[in-house]
């Protein structure tokens, strides 16, 4: 098993920076890629940004690159996305997601965290 608690989501005006963190706990993380999902009021779960914890190798999607970026921290097994530039359509539930790199189905998610970006 791997908990994964998310914090950091607030209320925030558009243009503005904020960062999200995941503190995971329970396994070793170099056996996962770890990465965040955004889910808006109406709208499915969407991917956003990953990260292979091994090795650090990223991934983003289209709609965040050069606006977001995902990182770790080995020493503190917590998970980062620090966002900037932000946008209205940005607002929604933030999660974390684990999922193992050696077995097929091995995978959670965090309780998510709130990001609400103002105009």
């Known amino acids: 098993q791997v908990q994964l608690v998310e914090s950091g989501g607030r209320l925030v005006q558009a243009g503005d920076s904020l960062s999200v963190s995941c503190a995971a706990s329970g396994r070793t993380l170099s056996r996962y890629r770890m990465g965040w999902f955004r889910q808006a009021p109406g709208k499915e779960r969407e991917f956003v940004a990953r990260?292979?914890?091994?090795?650090?190798?990223?991934d983003y999607a289209d709609f965040v690159k050069g606006r977001f970026t995902i990182s770790r921290d080995n020493a503190k097994n917590t998970l980062y996305l620090q966002m900037s530039r932000l946008k209205p359509e940005d607002t929604a539930v933030y999660y974390c997601?684990?999922?193992?790199?050696?077995?097929?189905?091995?995978?959670?998610w965090g309780q998510g965290t709130q990001v609400t970006v103002s105009s």
């Open positions: 990260i292979r914890w091994i090795d650090g190798f990223t």
């Open positions: 997601m684990a999922s193992s790199i050696i077995t097929s189905g091995d995978q959670y």
